[in-house]
């Protein structure tokens, strides 16, 4: 067992150094082989383990294996060390399978691209940072994880660096997930300082021994830990640099937004609970947090254009929804969204990226249309994505991962009817959007003609994740409908389970409920975008539907409040007595290269003169000693 989780992490970084050393001196078919196979062996392995794992349990509920020691400083001790459990076993089997999933598709989709090996290369130094991130057994060595990941990530979003658009947005996304990364050491730095380790069992540990519940040091840490996950998960107020991640190819959309970085967040937050559990204040501002953002991206998707950024909105909501379970408590149920989100997202960016390659980079959605018989495969596996995205009930896995959040939302001990309500209307929303994006994209008149029919790589791991998105929220049924637990079983051998102050037997009331609304969503989407698309125009033109379309002006706010003060700062600031005392300094180091520049002009004699008057005075000076 442990050989097989220190080998999960390290064949993708094998594979990185080997496809980054050869550059292009493989074909690109090896190249293939080696991006996409090692992470095929890697889902292989995890699945293994993960077996074996279940085995174990409830005997033992966790396995570790300690490689070698990284950092040996005073008190600092830090190992390479990782450690699998229920958690963790989940977020790797999500990271190496659909991941292998995306590789699967990049090898067709990336097959003309130039930068066919380097893109292989920097995709699977992402699946091993984030390996490495949810496998640590301490927060540094997790914070090294969660830097790889962000180094990746302008790696890739920028991966086209030719365009200075995607340039920008890679600088965008690193700087702003860099502003929740400082607090995130500091948040460690402090956990340091109290207790002497950076294991997170221990430092859990202590700080539910040491520090009493609500706390000024266990609010802060929490409030700076939870500064890192706004970051990475793109939730309110750091969430603008997700819509313009899109400038990635598709497959690195998928893979940011389904398998890895964005679900950093919550995991971080998920595997430090007891922190936040000791800082009430920080845990209820997750859950109000989460409500506003799902809300905010809903309404900003409803108004875009353009297809991948419509999924990037739908990204930042639905990680809303995971930080609203977060925040009431219900960590089965955000680890279960997670898990059926990665599903159906990786499989509508990727059915996107068809759509989008076929017609010739085309993004805008109301220049597409009548794809629904051009593109059969794409349309059906499309349509299960974002009905299991709408929680279609009973028969879509989404419908079984967001009801368990709506009713925690209301029915857990910190639940209550406005975070149940705001869960509902992002409900309404999201169906709305979904099937606005289907009627426009599949249904209509034909008005850009598919270039090419996609093949075998690119529609088998869409029909996978398809099947995924309809079955995969069977292993959790609610009571009313099938009492079956086995994801939460396995989750709560790890975290804690959630209380509830409402009765199962209104928990039906609610589901019928959220069938009602998810289902109202789609009725509404089919009148005014299908059947009388007239009745969409108005807001198509209100300055209500600008103000959606550019993400209710955070960018603008920023820009204003941010980015042009230190312009102006940097302008008026530019000739300051420190530019004097450095521009001296280097007028000095001139000075002295023309004066030893004089030695240097190539006569011999001048040389020799040099020469015998320099041993001359260090006789002298000798002698007279």
Not at 117 to 136: D, H, K
Not at 505 to 525: C, D, K, P, R, T
Request: include cysteine.
């Amino acid at each position: 067992m442990s050989t097989l989780i220190a080998l999960i992490p390290s064949i993708p970084f094998l594979s990185f150094l080997i496809l980054a050393l050869s550059g292009n001196k493989l074909s690109r078919k090896t190249a293939g082989y080696i991006g996409a196979g090692s992470i095929g062996i890697i889902a292989v392995l995890t699945l293994i383990t993960g077996f074996s794992f279940l085995k174990s349990l409830p005997e033992v509920k966790s396995y570790s294996v300690n490689l070698w020691q990284w950092i040996s400083a005073g008190n600092l001790k830090v190992d390479i060390s990782f450690s699998l459990d229920a958690l963790s076993l989940v977020f790797c089997f999500v990271i190496t399978f659909v991941g292998f999933l995306i590789h699967l598709y990049s090898v067709e989709f990336m097959a003309k691209d130039e930068g066919f090996t380097r893109f292989f290369a920097y995709m699977n130094l992402f699946v091993g940072s984030m390996l490495v991130l949810v496998l640590a057994d301490n927060i540094l060595l997790m914070y090294l994880g969660w830097e790889g990941v962000g180094l990746c990530s302008y790696l890739l979003i920028g991966f086209w660096y030719k365009e200075p658009s995607n340039g920008y947005a890679a600088r965008k996304a690193f700087i702003i997930t860099r502003i929740g990364d400082t607090a995130m050491i500091i948040g460690i730095f402090i956990l340091f300082l109290n207790f002497g380790t950076v294991n997170i069992n221990e430092l859990m540990q202590n700080a539910s021994e040491k520090w009493a519940v609500g706390s000024s040091i266990a609010v802060l840490t929490a409030a700076l830990l939870l500064g890192g996950a706004l970051g990475k998960s793109a939730q309110l107020p750091l969430q603008t640099w997700l819509p313009d991640a899109m400038a990635g190819p598709s497959p690195v959309s998928a893979l940011i937004h389904a398998a890895t970085m964005v679900t950093a967040g919550v995991y971080l937050i998920a595997r430090t609970h007891v922190l936040f559990s000791l800082a009430p204040v920080v845990q209820a501002a997750i859950a109000i947090i989460g409500a506003l953002t799902l809300l905010i991206a809903g309404f900003s998707a409803l108004a875009q254009h353009d297809l991948k950024r419509i999924l990037a909105y739908s990204t930042i909501s639905q990680i809303g929804y995971m930080f609203l379970a977060l925040g009431v408590g219900a960590w089965s149920a955000a680890v279960f969204h997670f898990m059926i989100h990665a599903f159906f997202k990786a499989l509508l960016f990727l059915g996107a990226g068809v759509v989008i390659l076929v017609l010739d980079e085309e993004h805008d959605i109301f220049k597409m249309g009548g794809l629904r018989k051009k593109l059969p495969v794409i349309f059906y596996t499309f349509l299960i994505g974002s009905a299991s995205l709408s929680a279609l009930p009973l028969i879509t896995a989404g419908f079984y991962s967001k009801d368990q959040i709506l009713w925690y939302s209301f029915s857990s001990q910190s639940g209550n009817v406005l975070l149940w309500l705001a869960g509902v209307t992002g409900a309404l929303l999201t169906a709305l959007y979904s099937f606005r994006m289907i009627f426009i994209t599949f249904y209509g008149e034909a008005k850009t003609q598919p270039s090419f029919l996609p093949g075998k790589l690119m529609t088998v791991p869409l029909i996978i994740l398809a099947v995924l998105s309809l079955f995969g929220g069977f292993i959790e049924l609610p009571a009313s409908i099938g009492h079956i637990h086995l994801f939460s079983n396995l989750i709560n051998n790890t975290l804690p389970v959630v209380v509830t102050k409402a009765g199962e037997h209104n928990e039906f009331l609610f589901q019928v409920l959220s069938a009602i609304v998810a289902l109202s969503g789609i009725y509404i989407a089919y009148i005014i975008y299908f059947k009388k698309p007239s009745l969409s125009e108005p807001f198509s033109h209100s300055r209500i539907n600008k103000f959606f379309e550019k993400g209710w002006g955070f960018d603008k706010l920023y820009d204003i409040v941010f980015v042009k003060p230190v312009i102006w700062l940097s302008i008026i600031d530019k000739n300051d007595f420190i530019d004097y005392w450095n521009k001296w300094l280097s007028r000095l180091a001139l000075s002295g290269n023309r004066i030893l520049s004089l030695t240097q002009n190539g006569k011999i004699r001048w040389y020799l003169l040099s020469f015998a008057i320099g041993i001359a005075i260090i006789l002298t000076f000798m002698l007279s000693k």
